[in-house]
């Protein structure tokens, strides 16, 4: 009889956790997914605080559980002179989240089998065969000399970070000088050249370390969005709306916001030498685009950095992947590959602390003591602020996006996670 009840129970599970893989998410009142409504306004009254103490200008939050919306807030205010409030609904640069996108494209190419995670990137692109590693470099003069590298780049190399190639503008100093000298980019706003033809530039100078030997931060996203161009052919952005986009009905993501959605994009900040939020207007990055490139077309699409977006339509596609790849009746991908994914994919490589890293996401692992998130929790952020986790085991889905530049403030990200499982009522 028990083992009968036990069946029972375990089929209205999974018929429950179906209904909602069939549903858009949609706001509801918090005890009805396990928070509380009390310990939630804590959360107002933190983003209150960092907007009055002069930590950013403006905040949204979004907090989804069980396919459940329990906290959708703005706070603060989108331009502090004129006093305009952050909305809901604005649309920020997501910079590196893009990359999330990119590496479910790639998922879906090998769904699709169009490619092996263990594809050599030369299979695709020709001038990353036989490439070199750097050896020794010559700060003077960009001068460099280099040693084979011990076998070629894969696409797995790519996802997990892992190939040895350093970041434009952003990264080492190595990586800054060396790419620089060929114009290779951190990919905003690039007018003067073909995405092709900067990532086959790119197989031709040296990686910074061997293929697999470690993590480095690098332009492995936007090589993948290369190879989703050149694998399906179609452009990253066709590619992208037409597989991820209209199915999840995520109708605020662009590379290029059009005209009349432009008003919504946040205002970006920054820090001046006091410590004052100013408003950016020029270049940022290191000198990698400008403040505007959101609403300016180009046709180099960054799988890395290239997208803005609603904090809303990012919780959607987060939503798809908790589900197992599908939502509101759309798959995306089968739960096994986002299984794939969302597991660690580098072994005992170092990476941050005791954390590893899947196929282009963060995974909080069990020695991981020093946050609320349970292991298996995956997450990523972007360089003006943004930031997501999603944590499978308690089903919750959490955003908060901010749109500054070089703050000194970066703890709030953790203490607004702290509070968001704080609120947890059961």
């Not at 200008?57 to 907090?63: E, H, T």
């Not at 920054?270 to 408003?279: C, F, I, M, N, R």
């Amino acid at each position: 009889m028990k083992r009968l009840l036990l069946i029972v129970l375990l089929a209205i599970s999974a018929g429950y956790a179906d209904a909602q893989k069939n549903k858009a998410i949609a706001p509801a009142v918090p005890e009805s997914a396990g928070f509380s409504s009390d310990r939630l306004k804590r959360i107002d009254n933190a983003m209150n605080e960092w907007v009055s103490k002069g930590w950013m200008q403006g905040g949204v939050a979004l907090l989804v559980r069980d396919g459940k919306i329990v906290y959708h807030k703005a706070a603060g205010y989108n331009d502090l002179d004129t006093r305009a409030a952050m909305q809901k609904d604005g649309i920020f640069r997501i910079a590196s989240q893009t990359k999330a996108i990119t590496s479910v494209a790639i998922m879906i190419l090998f769904e699709e089998g169009k490619l092996l995670l263990n594809d050599p990137v030369s299979k695709y692109i020709p001038s990353f065969k036989k490439q070199t590693v750097l050896d020794k470099f010559n700060a003077a003069d960009t001068t460099y000399t280099t040693v084979p590298a011990t076998r070629e780049v894969t696409i797995k190399d790519l996802l997990t970070h892992t190939s040895g190639l350093g970041y434009a503008q952003i990264g080492s100093k190595e990586a800054n000088a060396i790419y620089a000298k060929y114009n290779i980019t951190a990919g905003l706003a690039v007018a003067d050249r073909s995405l092709l033809d900067a990532m086959t530039q790119l197989g031709t100078l040296p990686l910074m370390h061997q293929p697999g030997q470690k993590w480095t931060y690098g332009l492995n996203t936007d090589l993948l969005g290369c190879l989703v161009e050149v694998i399906s052919g179609m452009t990253l952005n066709d590619f992208f709306r037409a597989k991820i986009f209209e199915p999840l009905g995520m109708k605020d993501t662009y590379f290029t916001i059009p005209a009349e959605k432009s008003k919504r994009l946040v205002n970006l900040y920054g820090e001046d030498s006091t410590g004052k939020l100013v408003k950016s207007s020029g270049n940022m990055l290191n000198g990698a685009g400008l403040a505007t490139y959101p609403v300016e077309k180009y046709a180099y699409y960054s799988g890395g950095a290239g997208l803005s977006s609603t904090i809303y339509d990012y919780g959607v596609f987060l939503q798809m992947l908790l589900n197992g790849g599908e939502y509101n009746g759309k798959r995306v991908l089968s739960r096994n590959t986002v299984r794939m994914m969302t597991m660690n994919q580098v072994g005992d490589t170092v990476f941050r602390g005791d954390d590893k890293f899947g196929l282009g996401f963060q995974i909080v692992s069990e020695k991981n003591g020093n946050v609320p998130a349970q292991a298996g929790t995956f997450s990523w952020g972007g360089a003006f602020a943004t930031s997501y986790w999603v944590d499978p085991k308690e089903k919750i889905v959490m955003l908060f996006y901010r749109q500054l530049q070089r703050s000194t403030h970066g703890d709030v990200v953790e203490k607004f996670r702290a509070l968001t499982y704080a609120a947890l009522n059961d």
